[in-house]
């Protein structure tokens, strides 16, 4: 049993565009659109706070199992997927919002929404798939060496048996698995740069104020394909990223058309 050479680099190579497109993406659009750092750490700082922090809490409360280990909101698909998806969407589109708020005295022009895009989509991407997949290095390094078998000798229980399922699941994924994160990563940030642009003209624009709540339907439709694998409804991973890339591609050229529309006079018009 053993991970191979090609799944690691793929995991390495997945890891790398966590972390490489956001900051390759920030300093290629740092002087045509003015970007500044502290909106990218805003948006790092928000996501953090509202999507891994806020939201959890509340899933902590309303998906918490029985004693029997079930959760009453998944006996409905319906409800269960809309919860997901207008959660994620109501929380991370309220950090958006408030950050703009907090930023549009010191911070003006598109560049800001920009910047804060990549921050909130960078940490994302960092964290959900550039950890993941140096643990999954760790891992597969250990498993190659033979050293696995201490770790797992000193675990018992779920623990263990958890352990072991990951450790099947490395060593019996196909290798180009690993790039498929990766490639989502791409897509959703350009998905979060895109919902960045559209709240930062809600924020900035007289009369615009309901691109928010927009904001926060687009990103509920698109976590849908992923609710819908979670629920059995799609179970063909190349499906669900076919359909979210496409969601990228479309919401990028909204976010263009909205900026090319209302960029002029777009900064400082909403009275205090």
């Keep these: 049993m053993s991970v191979s050479i090609l799944s690691i680099l793929f995991m390495a190579i997945s890891a790398v565009i966590s972390v490489g497109v956001p900051i390759a993406l920030f300093l290629f659009w740092r ?9 990218l750490l805003v948006g790092l700082a928000a996501f953090v706070l509202f999507a891994l922090g806020l939201e959890q809490m509340l899933h902590a409360v ?35 919002f408030l950050s703009f708020k907090l930023l549009k005295k010191k911070f003006h022009g598109v560049g800001t929404g920009l910047s804060y895009g990549i921050g909130h989509g960078g940490v994302e991407a960092g964290l959900l798939l550039g950890m993941t997949m140096i643990n999954n290095i760790v891992l597969a390094v250990m498993i190659n060496s033979g050293t696995i078998d201490a770790v797992k000798n000193a675990l018992q229980g779920t623990a263990a048996a958890q352990f072991d399922t990951q450790i099947t699941a490395l060593t019996t994924t196909q290798p180009y698995m690993f790039l498929v994160g990766g490639a989502e990563r791409i897509f959703a940030l350009a998905i979060q740069i895109s919902l960045s642009v559209l709240v930062w003209y809600a924020v900035n624009k007289t009369g615009k104020g309901w ?7 687009l990103h509920a439709l ?25 969601c990228a591609v479309l919401i990028s050229l909204l976010a263009v058309f909205t900026h090319r529309k209302l960029k002029e006079n777009s900064v400082a018009v909403i009275p205090e």
């Design 62 to 96: 309303v998906l918490r199992p029985d004693a029997a280990g079930n959760i009453a909101l998944r006996s409905n698909p319906i409800l269960y997927m809309a919860y997901g998806c207008f959660a994620a969407g109501i929380f991370e589109e309220s950090a958006r």
């Design 211 to 217: 691109l928010f709540p927009a904001a926060i339907a």
């Design 222 to 246: 698109i976590d849908a394909p992923a609710a819908l694998m979670q629920t059995g409804v799609l179970n063909n991973v190349f499906v669900v990223e076919g359909i979210v890339f496409a």
């Design 31 to 39: 002087k045509r659109f003015d970007m500044n750092i502290v909106p």
